[in-house]
């Protein structure tokens, strides 16, 4: 999709987003205000949303992170993050037509960083204000956004077994973004979780 197609549609979502009353937008985004801009971390950086754009790190985000802020944004609801039971993709009702994109794109991929993720799980943890958690080898709670919280589980290689990954949301993730939404937050988390331990 091209800068243009995705500033249009952010641009959508951001005039809907700003049409709720300003003091439930910023209970339903879990975020603060700085000067006319909603201010939270989303994948691991300082995201700006006003109502014509979004920002991170501070450079315009025309982007599909940009666009998945826009959506947070517009669908967040008031309710408080539940982060536990997690649930897996594959447990949400009508999961089934992404689970073979959201198995390849967020947790496949993963799978020969798992080593180096487990070296730098401090870095990861901080960047995405996470928490260890209490699955597998070893596992990472991570929030991409501010109310969507994912738990990480990897399994390491040995003698019987390749190293493995997998992925649970929190469990009211679909409280503050739409399912098709939720599988691309994983996917981008994932990809951030790479640069993160690569560059």
């Not at 447990?91 to 073979?100: I, K, L, V």
Request: aromatic fraction near 10%.
């Amino acid at each position: 999709m091209a800068a243009a197609n995705y500033e249009n549609i952010i641009r959508d979502n951001l005039r809907r987003a700003f049409a709720r009353p300003l003091p439930e937008l910023e209970r339903s985004t879990g975020a603060t205000w700085e000067g006319e801009s909603l201010t939270f971390h989303a994948f691991g950086q300082v995201c700006c949303v006003d109502p014509g754009k979004v920002t991170l790190s501070g450079i315009l985000s025309v982007d599909p992170k940009g666009l998945l802020v826009s959506l947070y944004v517009r669908h967040a609801a008031p309710a408080s993050v539940e982060v536990e039971p997690f649930k897996a993709f594959k447990d949400f009702q009508g999961s089934m037509p992404y689970q073979g994109a959201f198995s390849a794109n967020s947790e496949r991929v993963l799978i020969p960083h798992v080593e180096r993720i487990r070296e730098k799980a401090g870095a990861i943890k901080g960047a995405f204000g996470g928490a260890d958690g209490v699955m597998g080898d070893f596992s990472l709670i991570l929030y991409p956004l501010p109310k969507i919280a994912l738990s990480y589980i990897f399994y390491l290689a040995d003698d019987e077994f390749p190293a493995a990954a997998a992925i649970l949301f929190s469990a009211n993730a679909l409280s503050f973004m739409p399912l098709d939404g939720l599988a691309d937050v994983a996917e981008y988390t994932s990809k951030e979780m790479i640069h993160l331990v690569v560059r």
